[in-house]
């Protein structure tokens, strides 16, 4: 029984760092229902809500770092604007984080579901793409300022829903910062690794972590980033948005679902 969990545990996170390495998105949002609802289907007994949590976070935290590094290879990642990104990000998610506990949780929910509605039509309603960079002709330019509000906003509002909000930096980079779509996928890993990291240290400082079943995930979630990292160089980039916004809207229908019901 034991071998035949680890091995769904494996699939799972083989599923999330797939979808992490392709699209650029965090792997919690798809991650976290998989832990939730799959093991109980096979017959297993169900991890819990912060089991769920807690592996969820090891396993995004892991597959960003290996879908930046594979990225990177292909020079996609663009580093000053995931720090000028990143940095602004994440100041105002601890803010959100301590303004949370104040918020009842069906605004919380509704925030969610907002702000994954957004990021679906962003996708779906995107501009004909700029063409993708070569680093050789000089560095990639954008409005500071404007990623510094983005980061700031995306941080707060990730910060109350309690999710690194992965699944609006693609979409929120193309639109706004007119980052092509791979450098948007690349640089979004490399946000997702400051926001992922900040929520495992929290998770190891109350020990919430279940290290076993998280390792086991873990190494599928590496193993699935550099695969879809690598298809991600290869399919085409309307494909690549029509996937990313695909998924960013049935999670936004999921919710709204969840909160009807």
Do not use: N
């Not at 912060?50 to 770092?65: C, P």
């Not at 279940?210 to 193993?223: F, K, M, N, R």
């Amino acid at each position: 029984m034991e071998i035949s969990l680890y091995g769904t545990l494996f699939v799972l996170g083989l599923l999330g760092g797939l979808l992490s390495g392709l699209v650029g998105i965090g792997g919690g949002i798809i991650m976290f229902p998989l832990l939730l609802y799959v093991p109980p289907v096979f017959g297993f007994a169900a991890l819990g809500v912060k089991a769920a949590a807690s592996i969820t976070a090891v396993q995004s935290l892991f597959g960003a770092v290996s879908g930046a590094v594979a990225h990177h290879r292909h020079r996609r990642v663009y580093f000053p604007l995931a720090l000028d990104f990143g940095g602004a990000m994440a100041v105002t998610s601890l803010i959100g984080s301590l303004l949370s506990s104040r918020i009842p949780e069906i605004w919380i929910l509704v925030l969610f579901a907002l702000l994954a509605v957004i990021a679906a039509l962003l996708m779906l309603l995107q501009r004909p793409e700029v063409a993708e960079p070569s680093f050789a002709d000089g560095p990639y330019h954008y409005s500071r300022m404007r990623a510094w509000s983005l980061g700031a906003a995306i941080g707060c509002c990730a910060g109350l829903i309690g999710q690194g909000g992965g699944f609006l930096f693609v979409p929120v980079m193309m639109a706004f910062l007119r980052t092509p779509l791979r450098m948007a996928i690349g640089t979004a890993l490399a946000v997702g690794v400051a926001s992922s990291a900040a929520v495992v240290l929290g998770r190891i400082g109350t020990a919430q972590i279940p290290w076993l079943l998280t390792a086991i995930t873990v190494s599928g979630g590496i193993l699935g980033a550099q695969i879809g990292s690598e298809f991600s160089q290869r399919l085409p980039r309307r494909l690549l948005r029509s996937i990313l916004a695909t998924v960013i809207l049935l999670t936004a229908i999921k919710m709204i679902w969840g909160l009807l019901a």
